[in-house]
């Protein structure tokens, strides 16, 4: 079995200042380590989105692959911190809000992520002691 079927990947913009923060979030917080993450922008995020039929070639949401499904937006990360456990799994009781009403505010800081928290011009690089857990640099 290999890393994208034993472990939940987080699929993220790599350029997106939010997003990368959001990652170094995961990595202090998942004590298990049970998470890997690839940029979207990578061949391998690619090519998992292109197995479930995803196209959003927007970029604009979060991806979280486990168990054979794929989850965005919202669920990813009411699913991402479920499985990080602890205090923060009980975030997940947000799921009994409406899918579309948690989308939106999602899609509104998402939509202004860049103009909040900025850009760089390049991928973000983990720290040598995360690298591991990154299975595609883009």
């Known amino acids: ?3 994208t079927q034993q472990h939940p990947i987080l699929l993220f913009d790599g350029v997106c200042n939010l997003c990368s923060g ?3 979030w995961v990595l202090k917080h998942d004590s298990k380590g049970i998470f890997r993450f690839a940029p979207l922008q990578s061949v391998l995020a690619q090519n998992l989105l292109s197995t479930h039929a995803y196209s ?3 970029l604009g ?3 979280l692959v486990a168990d054979g499904k794929l989850f965005t937006r919202s669920d990813a990360v009411l699913e991402l911190l479920r499985r990080i456990g ?3 799994s009980l ?4 799921k009994i809000v409406p ?3 948690r989308d939106a505010a999602y899609k509104a800081v998402a939509g202004n992520r860049y103009r909040w928290f900025g850009k ?3 991928c973000w690089l983990p720290r040598p002691e995360w690298s591991a857990r990154f299975l595609d640099k883009a």
């Not at 975030?91 to 947000?94: D, K, P």
Request: aromatic residues 20%.
């Open 56 to 58: 959003d070639t927007e």
């Open 86 to 88: 602890g205090f923060w």
């Open 99 to 101: 899918r579309f009403l």
């Open 120 to 122: 760089s011009e390049a």
């Open 22 to 24: 959001s990652v170094q």
């Open 91 to 94: 975030a997940y009781g947000f």
């Open 61 to 63: 949401t979060v991806v």
């Open 1 to 3: 079995m290999n890393d």
